[in-house]
């Protein structure tokens, strides 16, 4: 069972940036998507951007395309979203999420993640 930790969430003004990390206890091997969703309140989740390995491929929402960046370390147990000029509308549980035997179509796929973090708290501040 791998298991995802997310960090780095908070309260930021409106302008500001926020860098989430998301930590797996275990590599994974072949192809496989991580991904970072979002939850607002009495929104449902959302996709915000996904790496596909092998390749690294990088995915993201179109609406937050340019303002959002994902990346990984070289171990690749370790992601990273680097968000920038944040807005109110942010403001949401941001999770990381893991999808097993990934293809390019299903990245943007909530219900085709199989693991999942706790998630990490961003709140922006107008």
């Known amino acids: 069972q791998v298991q995802l930790v997310e960090s780095g969430g908070g309260l930021v003004q409106t302008g500001g940036s926020l860098r989430l990390s998301c930590t797996a206890s275990?590599?994974?091997?072949?192809?496989?998507?991580t991904a970072w969703f979002r939850q607002a309140p009495g929104k449902e989740r959302e996709f915000v951007a996904a790496?596909?390995?092998?390749?690294?491929?990088?995915f993201y929402a179109e609406s937050l395309k340019g303002r959002f960046t994902m990346s990984s370390d070289n171990t690749k147990t370790t992601v990273t979203l680097q968000m920038n000029s944040l807005k109110p509308e942010d403001t949401a549980v941001y999770y990381c999420?893991?999808?097993?035997?990934?293809?390019?179509?299903?990245?943007?796929?909530?219900?085709?993640?199989?693991?999942w973090g706790q998630g990490t708290q961003v709140t922006v501040a107008s």
């Open positions: 275990e590599r994974a091997s072949g192809s496989y998507a």
């Open positions: 999420a893991r999808q097993l035997r990934a293809i390019t179509s299903t990245v943007r796929t909530r219900s085709r993640y199989d693991y």
């Open positions: 790496m596909r390995w092998p390749g690294a491929a990088t």
